[in-house]
């Protein structure tokens, strides 16, 4: 097994531990599997994409000890859903940890799954411009859009320019559209224009036309607490 493999392997194992391994590691001083890098993977190049503060990469320069790997960050929106709870998803007023949001029958999937194509996404801000819809995917014709609502979210304004969704209360509704994305390709296009700073999460978006609700995804503005939000 190649060091990629290696590599691979470990991060995963890391990743269905649910996050416990720095915890772990701190109470029990456990040692960590460390893997032996040989002579040729001192002269290769590795390219792995991974969530950049995750498990994975904790586990990977763990294990790599004596030999340090290079992170580089890609600026693109993280997508991590939940198989077990609701989370993440949008509102203050929502605890995935509640039993009620978590799933207690091996058969019920709570949706949208990660990987589910097609999804419903609802956009606000520039990407409910269809012109601007259409140019980042590469389209002729402006797509179609369906008015919409979103509930606990709220828009506020970053930077003095830049539109940001977050969480809001229960009763918060957010106006903007509603539009399928029918591809990963897509999805990764929109996810690389709203760029770190925001997070794909699970949402409720109700079209007006038809009054109808999908279980959808939306970009939610990644608060760290020290951004500067300019009225509501």
Not at 213 to 221: N, Q, R
């Amino acid at each position: 097994m190649d060091l990629l493999a290696e590599l691979e392997n470990w991060a995963i194992e890391a990743e269905n531990e649910d996050n416990t391994l720095h915890i772990s590691l701190i109470n029990s001083h456990r040692p960590v599997t460390q893997l032996k890098a040989q002579k040729s993977d001192y002269t290769t190049t590795y390219l792995d994409l991974l969530p950049y503060q995750s498990t994975a990469r904790l586990a990977i320069l763990t294990a790599l000890s004596d030999y340090p790997p290079t992170f580089i960050r890609v600026n693109i929106a993280d997508k991590q859903l939940s198989s077990y709870s609701i989370a993440p998803s949008l509102g203050f007023g929502v605890d995935p940890t509640l039993p009620q949001y978590r799933v207690t029958n091996a058969d019920h999937t709570i949706l949208p799954a990660q990987n589910q194509c097609p999804v419903w996404y609802f956009f606000y801000g520039t990407l409910s411009d269809p012109e601007i819809l259409a140019q980042k995917l590469s389209h002729s014709e402006p797509p179609t859009l369906n008015r919409a609502t979103a509930v606990c979210g709220d828009i506020k304004t970053w930077g003095w320019e830049y539109k940001a969704l977050i969480d809001g209360p229960s009763s918060a509704i957010v106006d903007g559209w509603a539009y399928e994305v029918c591809s990963e390709e897509e999805e990764e296009q929109f996810r690389y224009y709203e760029t770190g700073q925001n997070e794909a999460v699970r949402c409720d978006i109700l079209m007006v036309d038809s009054g109808d609700t999908a279980k959808g995804l939306t970009f939610s503005f990644i608060d760290d607490c020290n951004q500067t939000f300019i009225g509501g």
